[in-house]
């Protein structure tokens, strides 16, 4: 096993990190109606908890409402009760089989606490990606002590390791920004 093995083991781990920051900030109301909002949503439904998407079809109408058609009539009151408390600060009311969600604008107050969110998370990411450069390096440093790389292909796999944490720490920076920049526009 070579350094370039362990950086290839370990760098998927990376981008799934970035993928599920990704799918984080979606889920992180920016004062526009979108689909992603009632991601995290579960449903009471037959006994069981589902998602949202898994009851009905979750559109966009216009840009500040969304809209659920329930496919189970019977289920129109546990969709409802289900987006009213999944603490995202919308009040849904149903229309028949349908479900109409206006997003109401952001206070100002509210735009913070969603960059902090935004922030908060972007953190735990780095946090993850330090985690993969750590795991990289011990098992490089490992290699070493087996006397299968040399100590200078052992700095170089460090300095990899460094490398690859500077480039997605930074796409996660970049991603903060462009999320806090959504969020706070108005």
């Known amino acids: 096993m070579t350094v370039r093995d362990v950086i290839q083991k370990i760098e998927p781990r990376m981008k799934k990190t970035i993928e599920a920051f990704q799918h984080e900030l979606a889920s992180i109301r920016t004062g526009k109606a979108t689909t992603a909002l009632l991601d ?25 409402t969304l809209t659920v058609q ?12 289900a987006i009213r408390d999944a603490g995202l600060g ?24 969603f960059v902090k969110l935004t922030k908060k998370f972007g953190e735990d990411s780095k946090v993850s990606l330090r985690n993969h450069r750590r795991d990289l390096i011990h098992e490089v440093e490992k290699l070493e002590k087996e006397k299968l790389i040399s ?20 796409q996660i920076t970049e ?6 920049k959504e969020i706070m526009e108005v």
């Not at 579960?42 to 216009?62: F, R």
């Not at 329930?70 to 009760?81: I, P």
């Not at 991603?175 to 806090?180: D, G, M, N, V």
């Open 70 to 81: 329930v496919w189970d009539k019977s289920m129109v009151g546990a969709t409802e009760r």
């Open 90 to 113: 919308l009040n849904p009311s149903a229309d028949g089989q349908n479900i109409r969600i206006s997003i109401p604008p952001l206070t100002e107050e509210r735009r913070k606490e």
């Open 151 to 170: 100590e200078d292909e052992l700095k170089r796999g460090k300095k990899d390791a460094d490398d690859l944490l500077h480039k997605y720490e930074k």
């Open 40 to 64: 995290r949503v579960k449903v009471e439904a037959y006994g069981s908890q589902m998602p949202l998407k898994q009851v009905g079809n979750v559109g966009v109408l216009d840009a500040h």
């Open 175 to 180: 991603l903060i920004a462009q999320k806090e």
